[in-house]
């Protein structure tokens, strides 16, 4: 790989054409190809975000090592006041958690600070879809930390974005959280369609095929299970 530049279109190009695993052994093999996935994190497509974040997850379980400062710098670009924030952190920070479980279990609430401020109507759509979606993929692993913030996601069950009603479903299903009789009622009869990240490949659904899935199909949620 010629430069830095370089390396990075080449590693956006692979994981763009779906070769995660492919990057995720070379940067077992080199771990200076860190910095250059980890860049891709802030990328505006977010499958290709979605692909970086779970090669960034793998980064750490080959480099347990690193996954403390990993997780650190997960955490300044999940909050950069700078008006840089990182729209692939969360689900990187996800990731990582996964990988690291014992370094990562005291990062988690730091996530779901995040799902809590998705009630205030100033919060950025991105950053509530992001954590979100985070809270969904912890659910399983980290049930006691993620369910700190159930009632907020019962409350997001009547969000105007079907985005946000449907990542606060599939993470309450994850959870195995009761809902309330009528808020199922709504979900069932929501034709609305969104479009998420699951593996690194976008699903479109509507709220209510999502809610069946979820309920029918569930995925393992510890990171395993690429059947999503």
Not at 25 to 46: K, T
Not at 85 to 102: I, K, R
Not at 207 to 218: G, K, N, Q, S, Y
């Amino acid at each position: 790989m010629a430069g830095t530049v370089g390396r990075r279109e080449l590693l956006q190009g692979l994981l763009g054409a779906g070769h995660v695993e492919d990057v995720s052994r070379a940067v077992a093999q080199d771990p200076s190809l860190i910095p250059d996935v980890f860049r891709l994190l802030y990328h505006p497509d977010p499958v290709l975000r979605h692909r970086a974040a779970t090669v960034v997850g793998e980064a750490a379980r080959h480099h347990p090592g690193r996954a403390r400062s990993l997780l650190e710098r997960l955490v300044w670009a999940l909050n950069d006041e700078s008006g840089n924030h990182c729209p692939g952190a969360a689900a990187a920070l996800a990731e990582v958690v996964l990988a690291s479980p014992v370094e990562g279990r005291g990062f988690v609430p730091v996530l779901m600070s995040q799902v809590e401020e998705a009630s205030d109507p100033t919060a950025s759509p991105g950053a509530v879809v992001e954590a979100l979606w985070a809270a969904g993929r912890l659910a399983r692993a980290f049930p006691e930390a993620v369910s700190a913030v159930a009632p907020t996601l019962v409350g997001l069950l009547s969000h105007r974005e079907p985005l946000v009603r449907a990542l606060s479903v599939r993470a309450l299903i994850r959870l195995q959280t009761p809902i309330p009789p009528e808020a199922v009622r709504l979900l069932l009869a929501d034709t609305a369609e969104v479009e998420y990240v699951e593996h690194g490949h976008p699903v479109r659904r509507t709220v209510r095929d999502l809610v069946l899935h979820e309920t029918l199909a569930p995925c393992c949620g510890d990171g395993s299970c690429r059947g999503c």
